[in-house]
């Protein structure tokens, strides 16, 4: 295919979270809080959490085969993997290791750090592979294990996060493309609103020479700055996004933003004037999942039957960097989300 007639569709789903969980009233054990505090402040109810023997790379390979099955492909005919996490089993990378797992011996794989935008840059970034014509066929992980890295003694952050994968199968489909436009977003100026920072002590090799040695510390945020910036950014790009699709807010079908606050989701959707049932949202059952949050609330939506084919989804991620991001996408067609 020429670049002019490439399009691309999202032709499958997936999703997989760690079985055990942690339900408000068991965090009141760990921390001073309560089921009522958190629930009135986030809307979470329970999230899922890693054990220590699960990895980003089983969570994200569960959820790769969902989409892979969805979309009637094999492993061996992606072309590309793109995993999109902050939170990577190896420093180096968990993208190639997904692939060897899978099997997609012919897919050349990278990691994309975004945060909690992850998924949505990915998807933009999948789709310009696929327009160019340089692939036909890529598998986009979002996952991430935020247990990792959080302050179990910070009722702040603790109470916010939880661990999962969500998956998508891209695929060129012809001169019609099902992705409408984007805007992204980043803005370093309010990197230390959401960190998850390295700290280093200076370690002396001979004198004259010293390195750093150290690692990465818990999560911090400032929740007040976040969901300030979440409020007022989000419904801006969203709004850009549409401009650029030439489209109304009540052509959209769905909203589905990253899943951080329910309060943001409320917000975001009062400002643009999106009625509560067209609001996707899981947030109670998993907490932030971060790169897997939208990718999660995707799969679940399709496989209940809630989104259809033929559907205009107004996808918006944002988090730490500060990123943020708007995708939209419709279906039509067998299989196609």
């Given at each position: 295919?020429?670049?002019?007639?490439?399009?691309?569709?999202?032709?499958?789903?997936?999703?997989?979270?760690?079985?055990?969980?942690?339900?408000?009233?068991?965090?009141?054990?760990?921390?001073?809080?309560?089921?009522?505090?958190?629930?009135?402040?986030?809307?979470?109810?329970?999230?899922?959490?890693?054990?220590?023997?699960?990895?980003?790379?089983?969570?994200?390979?569960?959820?790769?085969?969902?989409?892979?099955?969805?979309?009637?492909?094999?492993?061996?005919?992606?072309?590309?993997?793109?995993?999109?996490?902050?939170?990577?089993?190896?420093?180096?990378?968990?993208?190639?290791?997904?692939?060897?797992?899978l099997?997609?011996?012919?897919?050349?794989?990278?990691?994309?750090?975004?945060?909690?935008?992850?998924?949505?840059?990915?998807?933009?970034?999948?789709?310009?592979?696929?327009?160019?014509?340089?692939?036909?066929?890529?598998?986009?992980?979002?996952?991430?294990?935020?247990?990792?890295?959080?302050?179990?003694?910070?009722?702040?952050?603790?109470?916010?996060?939880?661990?999962?994968?969500?998956?998508?199968?891209?695929?060129?489909?012809?001169?019609?493309?099902?992705?409408?436009?984007?805007?992204?977003?980043?803005?370093?100026?309010?990197?230390?609103?959401?960190?998850?920072?390295?700290?280093?002590e200076?370690?002396?090799?001979?004198?004259?020479?010293?390195?750093?040695?150290?690692?990465?510390?818990?999560?911090?945020?400032?929740?007040?700055?976040?969901y300030?910036?979440?409020?007022?950014?989000?419904?801006?790009?969203?709004?850009?996004?549409?401009?650029?699709?030439?489209?109304?807010?009540?052509?959209?079908?769905?909203?589905?933003?990253?899943?951080?606050?329910?309060?943001?989701?409320?917000?975001?959707?009062?400002?643009?004037?999106?009625?509560?049932?067209?609001?996707?949202?899981?947030?109670?059952?998993?907490?932030?999942?971060?790169?897997?949050?939208?990718?999660?609330?995707?799969?679940?939506?399709?496989?209940?039957?809630?989104i259809?084919?033929?559907?205009?989804?107004?996808?918006?991620?944002?988090?730490a960097?500060?990123?943020?991001?708007?995708?939209?996408?419709?279906?039509?067609?067998?299989c196609?989300?």
């Open positions: 295919m020429n670049q002019s007639s490439v399009g691309v569709a999202i032709t499958g789903s997936g999703s997989a979270t760690p079985k055990v969980t942690l339900d408000n009233q068991g965090l009141s054990k760990i921390v001073e809080t309560s089921d009522e505090w958190i629930s009135s402040r986030t809307g979470i109810k329970t999230r899922c959490l890693a054990s220590p023997t699960e990895s980003v790379t089983d969570m994200g390979a569960a959820a790769a085969r969902e989409a892979i099955a969805m979309a009637e492909i094999t492993p061996a005919e992606l072309d590309l993997i793109i995993l999109a996490t902050s939170t990577a089993d190896d420093l180096f990378g968990s993208a190639s290791l997904l692939q060897e797992v099997g997609a011996s012919k897919a050349v794989a990278f990691d994309l750090t975004a945060a909690c935008s992850g998924f949505i840059f990915g998807l933009v970034t999948a789709a310009q592979f696929i327009r160019t014509g340089t692939y036909q066929n890529i598998l986009l992980v979002g996952a991430d294990i935020l247990s990792r890295w959080v302050d179990w003694s910070d009722r702040r952050t603790c109470v916010l996060f939880g661990d999962g994968a969500g998956a998508v199968v891209m695929q060129a489909h012809g001169p019609s493309d099902r992705l409408l436009g984007f805007e992204l977003r980043s803005d370093g100026s309010q990197n230390d609103c959401l960190q998850l920072a390295y700290q280093s200076a370690k002396e090799l001979i004198p004259g020479v010293s390195v750093s040695k150290g690692t990465y510390q818990p999560i911090t945020m400032n929740g007040k700055e976040v300030r910036f979440a409020v007022q950014r989000v419904p801006e790009v969203l709004s850009k996004a549409l401009f650029k699709a030439n489209m109304r807010t009540d052509e959209v079908d769905w909203l589905l933003l990253h899943q951080a606050n329910q309060r943001i989701l409320d917000a975001v959707a009062q400002r643009l004037q999106f009625p509560d049932h067209k609001v996707l949202s899981n947030l109670a059952n998993y907490g932030n999942t971060s790169a897997a949050s939208i990718p999660i609330a995707l799969d679940e939506a399709v496989r209940s039957g809630r259809k084919s033929g559907d205009v989804i107004a996808a918006s991620g944002f988090g960097g500060l990123t943020w991001g708007q995708r939209f996408s419709n279906g039509e067609g067998d196609q989300i």
